[in-house]
């Protein structure tokens, strides 16, 4: 990131190569429509791009890619039109969750898209992306303990929202 | 830190601690918590999953990319720096134009004309310069409260002076003149918060600061001090200034979503 900083093309490319992918199938989860993914996706990077001046020297990259994912969703979510439907999640929304069966997996993407945003945001950048909390308070610029607390009510309701499936086993 | 809190932290480090376990076993809150993370979790032994499509980088990035290639990253203080110096001129011609060879009309104490006065210049160009750095969450909180504080303060030590007009004559200049003073900074301020992300605290901060420059103006030139007059015609307008700079902020299209 220091090099890129400084106006180092390659630096960015290498970036684009190493997180884009990642970034992507984040936005995914977020949004549930890959063209509004793979334009989120393209917003976030010129957002690195326009906004490097920002980017805190020997801050961690990785929390602040996100918070701009996050923010580019969360915007996305705020212009959107109330009678606009959202488009159904493309099949490799639920990667993480290729495994189990698809009656399932439409559970849990139904059961994570009722969970409000602070929750949600939360349990996604913990389960799926493999953020700590640490990352994640970075990225929400909130503290560690209300990251924690918000996961942890939400992985509470999740459970409530997926009771039937344990019933069903 | 609360169990609960030990729980989520060590979810996804592997087995949880004997403790800990013991604790997610007893607790209703956090077993619901374990076996919802569970849920998500694949099986041990599960391959990974095929990766995803990899986005290439699209035309628009492409140009962008050229543009900055080779420049280093512009200084983050210019505009805020640029835009502060503009509110102080702003607020000084106003001052000098509107005086004619009087710079300071207040009648109220001294010490409260410096206080206020000082305050208002912190919000002002504190205000700006927070607004757009970032982090500094706590320093946008306390320039609100000194906002706040100021305002009360401002209304509190008038100088009790009655103006020559009609009550509405009089506020309908000093509310024009606070407006006045107020577009320039306020259309910069919000030029510069389209840099990144719509962040309410910040752009309403950017807009508080900006609509400070026509009360700060105000607070030297005008002669009247009853707090019916200040209150109405000098707070008022500041807090609909800053209202009005964040509903336009969060009607405009961000041109960065950085935090």
């Known amino acids: 990131m220091a090099k890129f900083i400084e106006g180092d093309r390659g630096a960015f490319e290498v970036l684009f190569q190493r997180y884009s992918q990642p970034i992507h199938g984040y936005l995914l989860r977020m949004v549930g429509s890959e063209a509004q993914a793979d334009d989120l996706t393209q917003a976030t990077f010129l957002s690195v791009l326009r906004a ?57 993407r139904g059961a994570l898209a009722r969970l409000p945003e602070t929750q949600r945001v939360p349990i996604v950048l913990h389960r799926f992306e493999g953020l700590s909390f640490a990352e994640i308070a970075e990225v929400l610029g909130a503290t560690e303990t209300a990251v924690k607390v918000r996961a942890h009510r939400g992985y509470e309701k999740l459970r409530e929202l997926l009771g039937h499936l344990e019933a069903e086993r | 830190m609360t169990d609960h809190e ?126 757009v750095a970032p982090g500094y969450r706590r320093l946008r909180t306390a320039l609100f409260a000194l906002a706040a504080g100021t305002a009360v303060v401002l209304v509190g030590t008038g100088s009790g002076l009655p103006g020559r007009r009609a009550f509405a004559m009089d506020g309908a200049v000093c509310t024009s003149v606070e407006v006045a003073c107020a577009v320039l900074p306020l259309v910069a301020a919000l030029w510069l918060q389209r840099r990144f992300a719509f962040d309410p605290m910040r752009a309403a901060l950017a807009s508080t600061a900006a609509a400070a420059t026509g009360v700060f103006a105000l607070h030297l030139h005008c002669p009247i001090g009853t707090a019916s007059h200040l209150y109405t015609f000098h707070v008022i307008p500041w807090l609909l200034l800053g209202a009005a700079g964040l509903w336009i902020r969060s009607r405009l299209q961000s041109r960065s979503y950085a935090p």
């Open chain 1, 52 to 108: 490097r001046e920002r980017f805190r020297a020997g801050a961690a990259f990785r929390p602040w890619l996100y918070a701009i994912a996050t923010n580019a969703a969360r915007d996305q979510h705020r212009r959107r039109r109330p009678e606009e439907p959202i488009e159904q999640a493309a099949s490799e929304v639920e990667e993480p969750l290729a495994h189990v069966d698809p009656f399932q997996r439409e559970a849990v």
């Open chain 2, 6 to 131: 030990r729980v989520m932290g060590a979810l996804g480090q592997g087995e949880l601690p004997a403790d800990l376990a013991a604790h997610a076993t007893s607790c209703a809150h956090c077993r619901a918590a374990v076996a919802a993370y569970r849920a998500l979790a694949p099986p041990s032994g599960t391959p990974a999953p095929p990766a995803g499509r990899r986005p290439s980088i699209s035309a628009s990035l492409e140009r962008e990319l050229a543009m900055t290639a080779g420049r280093p990253a512009p200084s983050l203080w210019r505009g805020p720096v640029l835009l502060g110096l503009l509110q102080a001129v702003v607020a000084m011609a106003v001052v000098v134009a509107l005086g004619r060879g009087e710079l300071v009309r207040n009648q109220a104490a001294p010490a409260a004309l410096w206080a206020v006065g000082l305050a208002l210049g912190a919000c002002a160009l504190g205000g700006t310069l927070a607004a």
